[in-house]
């Protein structure tokens, strides 16, 4: 998302652009058909969505669990954003931010390493330092937009401040999607992951830089590795000071009516395969829709992780 005035590439909960200090104007459930508050109402935890008077779930006794609304950012009608701080944590160490240049839609997606220090930080300086070097060098092959992209998202990590050696260096994972003549760019460091959805079809584009996916390739059962407490680790990110990431490029041709999706493992820990990522979609919602529902489904099954999304429905026209 870019500031309307200057043009600076914009962060999650920022109520101002840091460059021009233009108000920003975020959509939000105010402006939503038929919702009037900053917070909502989830399912039960056991399933059930009807409470009694008292909030108390009818079926077994557990108060109802209220929570502050998504964050919701909309660049226009076919690409929005969504991400909150789940149930667990205190604060979203999650960061999204979208540009539209031309027609040429930019996406990326950072989650902060939870043991790492400046979290946050990481997560929001990784967005938006590779949306503004994809629009700096937009005279280059895709390819290397995306490379030079992610390497200076991972140097201004690197050049945070450590100032907390009890938890890692600052890190982060991120996924960058680029649209543009149709054909979906894309490139990641980490388990945040690139989805698309067409026709009642979901195929995962991003392999996960994790521990599990490793001893998968070295022969190990899944069954067995998933056993080990190693198993959910990941083994590449953004501002490891003392390696450099391997990062990740690919690129697919589009069709008309696909939904690309990009999120964080705040989504995908509840919905690891495919189908069950399809069980989530459904084709009558709008995209702002579609997203607080994907956000709020991972709450209801307990929201242990900042959830973050982004979906752009693809149109040759838009």
């Known amino acids: 998302m870019d500031c309307k005035q200057c043009g600076e590439v914009l962060g999650t909960g920022f109520s101002f652009c840091e460059a021009c200090g233009t108000a920003i104007s975020v959509a939000t459930e105010s402006n939503l058909a038929g919702v009037q508050s900053n917070t909502i109402s989830i399912a039960c935890a056991c399933g059930h969505a009807e409470f009694d008077v008292d909030s108390i779930c009818e079926n077994c006794g557990r ?24 149930l667990q944590h205190t604060e979203n160490q999650d960061a999204v931010a979208m540009r539209d240049s031309d027609g040429i839609f930019s996406l990326a997606v950072a989650d902060g390493v939870s043991t790492a220090c400046r979290s ?3 997560a929001h300086v990784a967005v938006t330092t590779a949306l503004a070097s994809l ?32 938890l890692a ?5 991120i996924v960058l999607a680029m649209i543009e003549a149709g054909q979906l760019h894309y490139a990641w460091v980490g388990d945040s992951r690139l989805y698309v959805v067409r026709h009642e079809n979901v195929v995962q584009l991003t392999e996960d830089d994790s521990w599990l996916n490793q001893q998968i390739k070295a022969g190990i059962s899944i069954n067995t590795a998933l056993k080990d407490r190693n198993a959910h680790c990941i083994t590449q990110c953004l501002g490891m000071r003392d390696d450099v990431p391997v990062i990740h490029f690919a690129s697919m041709k589009l069709e008309s009516d696909t939904a690309i999706l990009l999120c964080s493992d705040g989504l995908w820990n ?9 069980a989530l979609f459904d084709s009558r919602l709008t995209v702002s829709e579609q997203c607080l529902r994907l956000v709020n489904l991972a709450n209801q099954q307990g929201g242990h992780d900042n959830i973050s999304v982004i979906l752009h429905r693809y149109s040759p026209s838009v």
């Open 135 to 166: 629009q700096t060098h937009s005279d280059m092959r895709a390819s290397q937009r995306l490379q030079i992209a992610v390497s200076a998202a991972n140097d201004a990590i690197c050049a945070l401040p450590y100032d907390d050696h009890t």
């Open 63 to 86: 108060k109802q669990q209220i929570i502050d609304f998504p964050d919701l950012q909309v660049l226009n009608a076919m690409t929005v954003s969504a991400s909150h701080r789940g």
């Open 270 to 278: 509840y919905c690891d395969s495919p189908a069950m990522m399809l």
């Open 169 to 173: 260096e600052p890190e982060a994972t």
């Open 120 to 122: 946050k930080e990481a």
